[in-house]
């Protein structure tokens, strides 16, 4: 990949990032060289954790579809990352070349490659905030997209990252209440259920190095979706998702160790 030109000059290119490495695992472009010998690194010290990524986009990208089939054509993905190959907005504009997509994260690096890869597409915005702060996330996407008519909210990969002191319920209920009926909310996290014994090892190690990631049980999951309607099949491991074809799903569909689900907002429209 060349230099980008616009990216912030903060932003340290010789050093590996996080963003980038994510970019790598799921085959995109927006890498360097630094990048791709720690994600090789990372790879075979957790072989399990390139399909773990992909599997999650997996689910993101069949539950945008079945949120296009049901009339959404407006999302919001918090938490994006880099929207690297067959992201959120290329599947919603493939389907609908209106639909708008709102893309936020934390992380600096993959919001200035995200706002570099989408120059020039008007229907995408690129936010640089925190999910802990869901009334100015709201208040951004109001710049591209209409609340007023139903969202898809996304939040794949990402609620993990907010621990229980900074109340993930509250945070959630803030966004669906700023919903139209019939907006949908798409959430997949990791979990601790049925994960073998040195799963949970691994993580607790890795937990006092990287960010620390809060595993959830499926009812504590589940519960983030609020009196929205759970659409079948559930909260489930992730490629139970309405897998595109049986064969997609293996006899062990609890190896990535995180739940999906998606919920539609059924309140009355108000008179
Ligand atoms: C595992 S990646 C998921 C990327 C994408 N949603 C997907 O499913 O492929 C998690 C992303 O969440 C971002 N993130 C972590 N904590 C966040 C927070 N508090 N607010 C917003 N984004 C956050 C990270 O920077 C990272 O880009």
Redesign the pocket.
Known sequence: MQMPDGLPTEIDLTRPS??RV?DYF?GGAHNFEIDRQLAEQIASMTPHLPAT?RA??EF?RRAVRVLLDAGVDQFL?????IPTVGNVHEVAQAADPRARVVY????PV?VAHSRELLAGNDLTAVVH????EPQRILAEARGLLDLDRPVGI?L???VH??PDADKPAEILATLRAAAAPGSHLVI?HSTFEDQPQEMLDAQRLSARTA?EITLRSRAEITDFFGDWTILDPGVVHMPLWRPDSASDVDEHPERFGAFGGVARNDRPVAG
């Open positions: 996080a963003a994510y799921l990524m999650g986009r993101l993905d918090i938490g994006s990352g936020v994260d934390i992380d993959a905030a925190d999910l802990r996304l794949a990969g990402v990252f907010v997949s960010t």
